[in-house]
Every structure is written in C-alpha cells, then in structure tokens.
C-alpha cells in the first residue's frame, strides 16, 4: 500500500523545488530509485519511464 502522506503529487510541485522541504526531497529521491516493477516509483511507469540520465538529474536538482 502506497503511503501518500509522505509524497504525494499534492506535495509535490517540480516548480517549487526550492520551497520543498529536505525530508520531501530525500522521499523524491528514494522513490526515483525504486524498480521499475515498485508500484511507488515516481514517475509512476503507466505514465512515464525515464532514462537513468534523466533519474540521475532530477536526483541532483533534489539534491541542492
């Protein structure tokens, strides 16, 4: 079951990265590193797959 009180698309605005807070960055980054087969990959795969270049940006951009 999918815990979306930790990360939902509610809290999450990629246009407002800089008002996220650390703990909400660090949960994006963990579920950008999930399996693809993981149901709490983000993006979800029914929607998007992204490369491991593009995984491996948005981990850097949630980094900083």
């Known amino acids: 079951m999918l815990d979306l ?4 698309r509610a809290n ?3 246009t407002r990265l800089d ?3 650390p703990e909400l960055k660090q949960r994006a980054i963990e579920r950008l590193s999930l399996p693809v ?6 993006p979800p795969t029914r929607f998007r797959t ?3 270049q593009a995984v491996a940006r948005a981990r850097a951009e949630l980094m900083r």
């Open 12 to 14: 999450f605005d990629v």
């Open 19 to 21: 008002a996220m807070s």
């Open 50 to 52: 992204l490369s491991e």
């Open 5 to 8: 009180t930790l990360l939902s």
């Open 37 to 42: 087969t993981d149901i709490r990959r983000m």
